[in-house]
Every structure is written in structure tokens, then in C-alpha cells.
T-cell receptor
Framework: DGGITQSPKYLFRKEGQNVTLSCEQNLNHDAMYWYRQDPGQGLRLIYYSQIVNDFQKGDIAEGYSVSREKKESFPLTVTSAQKNPTAFYLC?????????????FGSGTRLTVV | GESVGLHLPTLSVQKGDNSIINCAYSNSASDYFIWYKQESGKGPQFIIDIRSNMDKRQGQRVTVLLNKTVKHLSLQIAATQPGDSAVYFCAGTSGTYKYIFGTGTRLKVLA
């Protein structure tokens, strides 16, 4: 079955530590996205990528970094510069050739600072 | 700035009743909208979509209505079931691959 896989499901980070969240898709989608979700708030865009080796900042990119070395993979690193990283992180993908075709979301990673 | 928002944070309905979840958007250039359902601890799932050249679209037990004049859309769920309990998001785009998401409405189905 095609889909988008995020791992791990739960992640704990110590103060000052960098952590990387994995996102893999086998849908042959062109674009991939990272969103952050906080309680009572909508999804906020962190980074997105339309093509391999290229990505753009979203609305809240500070303290995060990404790479897109393969079409299937779009890992997100939460750096120590991100002061409030505790949140639910969602990865999504979409086909660009059909504008407005919607996203397929992963099941999310819940990150907690300990 | 551009926004997509929902009128109510929580909606409680009796099992078997119809549910109506509302959403307002600010960008008049938005031409495609999607409703997503998100269960606790999971990623959002596509429910139904609608393009701006339509006023209404029906799916299985769900209907989306779009009123471009007042920039409002709604999701109607017929005969609401316990499995419908979730957070519902609307999202809109103006023809790009980026969507603006609302804050979500939590639907609670009462037995």
C-alpha cells in the first residue's frame, strides 16, 4: 500500500539536543511538507519542498532544518535553537502536477522536551 | 493576513442527528477547499473537497456547501455516528500547492 510514514511516533528531547524526525513516502509525490500542530491551533507550515535538493521556509522555520536528498524522504531536524519544540509534527505530501489536489498526511510524531 | 477559521471550537451532537461544522476564509482568491478529519493522535484524513466553481458537493454521508459571497463553507454530516468523533479542519488554497488550515472544530457525538 502506498502511503507516508513518520517515525518515531513519540520522541523525547533533552534541552540543548538536536533531534531528527523521519518522513518517507512511496506515493511518488513531488512535494513534501512539515507542519507543526499545537493544542487549540491550526497547522503551521515549517518547511516545504517541491523538488529534490530544494526546499523553502514556511511560516515558522526558525529553529528547524530539513533536507531533500531523495524524492521519497524529507527529514526534519529540530535544533537546540527551537525554544519551544514540544508539539505534534505532521509530514505531508502532494502531487504538484494537479494543483489543488490535497495532501496525504503521515500519522505524526509527538515531540516532548524533558 | 490570510486566514481560514472555524466558528466553534467544540460541537456536541446526539448520535443519529446531523452535524454542521462551519468555516470562514478571508482570501477571496481561494479556489479550492478541503475538509479533513483528525482523530486523536493521528494525522488528518481527507474527507471531501470542493472547487470554487461549485456551491455544493456530496459524498457518503457528508456534504460540503460553499458560499463565495460571504466566504463561508460548511461540512454537513448526516446521521452522526460515534466514529465521527474527531477534530475537523477546513483548508483552502488559491491555486498553489500551499494550504491555509483552520484551527479545527472538535465534534463530540453523544450516545
Amino acid at each position: 500500500d502506498g502511503g507516508i510514514t513518520q517515525s518515531p511516533k513519540y520522541l523525547f528531547r533533552k534541552e540543548g539536543q538536536n533531534v531528527t524526525l523521519s518522513c518517507e513516502q512511496n506515493l511518488n509525490h513531488d512535494a513534501m511538507y512539515w507542519y507543526r500542530q499545537d493544542p487549540g491551533q491550526g497547522l503551521r507550515l515549517i518547511y516545504y519542498s517541491q523538488i529534490v535538493n530544494d526546499f523553502q521556509k514556511g511560516d515558522i522555520a526558525e529553529g528547524y532544518s530539513v533536507s531533500r536528498e531523495k524524492k521519497e524522504s524529507f527529514p526534519l531536524t529540530v535544533t537546540s535553537a527551537q525554544k519551544n519544540p514540544t508539539a505534534f509534527y505532521l509530514c505531508a505530501s502532494s502531487i504538484l502536477s494537479r494543483a489543488g489536489d490535497g495532501y496525504t498526511f503521515g500519522s505524526g510524531t509527538r515531540l516532548t522536551v524533558v | 493576513g490570510e486566514s481560514v477559521g472555524l466558528h466553534l471550537p467544540t460541537l456536541s451532537v446526539q448520535k443519529g442527528d446531523n452535524s454542521i461544522i462551519n468555516c470562514a476564509y478571508s482570501n477571496s482568491a481561494s479556489d479550492y477547499f478541503i475538509w479533513y478529519k483528525q482523530e486523536s493522535g493521528k494525522g488528518p484524513q481527507f474527507i471531501i473537497d470542493i472547487r470554487s466553481n461549485m456551491d455544493k458537493r456530496q459524498g457518503q454521508r457528508v456534504t460540503v456547501l460553499l458560499n463565495k459571497t460571504v466566504k463561508h463553507l460548511s461540512l454537513q454530516i448526516a446521521a452522526t455516528q460515534p466514529g465521527d468523533s474527531a477534530v475537523y479542519f477546513c483548508a483552502g488554497t488559491s491555486g498553489t500547492y500551499k494550504y491555509i488550515f483552520g484551527t479545527g472544530t472538535r465534534l463530540k457525538v453523544l450516545a
